[in-house]
């Protein structure tokens, strides 16, 4: 005996990120989001919809943070304070 397909619906739709979704979570723009699921992860399409597994988005994410190296920044620092709106150089 076979189940009707909305039984299926929601399974389906809880085990894959849209594209809005992955918006919200990357605060980042749909262009971006665009080349990063079409260049860097696995994803279905179904016309002109995009899906991602979550296992595939946290696998990704994995990766990225692992790419990153962790570089120390310096500050420069000086004595002199940075002139102001209407002080003089000395001469």
């Known amino acids: ?15 894959f990120y849209t594209i809005n979704e992955l918006r919200k979570l990357l605060n980042l723009g749909r262009n ?16 002109t919809q995009y899906r991602v597994p979550k296992s595939e988005y946290q696998a990704w994410l994995t990766r990225r943070l692992n790419q990153q190296q962790v570089t120390p920044t310096t ?17």
Do not use: C, W
């Not at 665009?34 to 399409?45: A, C, P």
């Not at 709106?85 to 001469?91: D, L, T, V």
């Open 75 to 91: 500050i420069p620092f000086t004595l002199n304070a940075p002139m102001g709106r209407g002080q003089r150089q000395k001469r």
């Open 32 to 47: 971006q989001v665009y080349d990063i699921v079409t260049k860097e992860m696995r994803h279905l399409r179904f016309g």
């Open 1 to 15: 005996m076979t189940q009707p397909a909305e039984d299926f619906a929601p399974h389906l739709e809880s085990d």
